[in-house]
C-alpha cells in the first residue's frame, strides 16, 4: 500500500491543523491506521491509531484531548485534527498502515509509512 501525507506546515502555539493520508493499493478499510511523529533529535513516537472498523482509537498521553484520528473510508484517507498545538508538537507527522485490523501502539506493526509531513509550532 502507499501513503501519501499532507497538511504541514507552520503554526503558531494554540492554533490547529489537519493532517491528511491518502492511501492507495490496498482496500483501506481492512487495516488499522496510525500517525507517528519523529521531533528533531528524537526517536519516532506513537500519537494515534484508528482499528479498522474506525471503532477503536488510540492516543499518546501527550497529545489526548488535543488530537483526533479519523477515516473516510470512500476517500481511501485517514486525517488527524490536531488543536491547541504546543511547541513541542513540532516534528514530522507520518502515517502508516498496520499489517492487521487492530489499533495498535507498536511501530513494528505498522509496515508501509507515507513519506512525513512536517509540522512547525512557533510564536
Known amino acids: 500500500v502507499q501513503l501519501q501525507a499532507s497538511g504541514g506546515g507552520l503554526v503558531q502555539p494554540g492554533d490547529f491543523l489537519r493532517l491528511s493520508c491518502t492511501t492507495s493499493?490496498?482496500?483501506?478499510?481492512?487495516?488499522?491506521m496510525g500517525w507517528f511523529r519523529r521531533a528533531p533529535g528524537k526517536e519516532r513516537e506513537f500519537v494515534a491509531a484508528?482499528?479498522?472498523?474506525?471503532?477503536?482509537?488510540l492516543y499518546a498521553e501527550s497529545v489526548k484531548g488535543r488530537f483526533t484520528i479519523s477515516a473516510d473510508n470512500a476517500r481511501n484517507s485517514v486525517y488527524l485534527q490536531m488543536n491547541d498545538l504546543k511547541p513541542e508538537d513540532t516534528a514530522v507527522y507520518y502515517c502508516?498502515?498496520?499489517?492487521?485490523?487492530?489499533?495498535?501502539?507498536?511501530?513494528?506493526?505498522?509496515?508501509?509509512w507515507g513519506q512525513g509531513t512536517l509540522v512547525t509550532v512557533s510564536s
Open positions: 493499493g490496498r482496500r483501506f478499510s481492512l487495516y488499522a
Open positions: 484508528l482499528g479498522w472498523r474506525g471503532e477503536a482509537r
Open positions: 502508516a498502515a498496520a499489517t492487521s485490523v487492530v489499533a495498535t501502539t507498536m511501530e513494528r506493526s505498522y509496515k508501509s
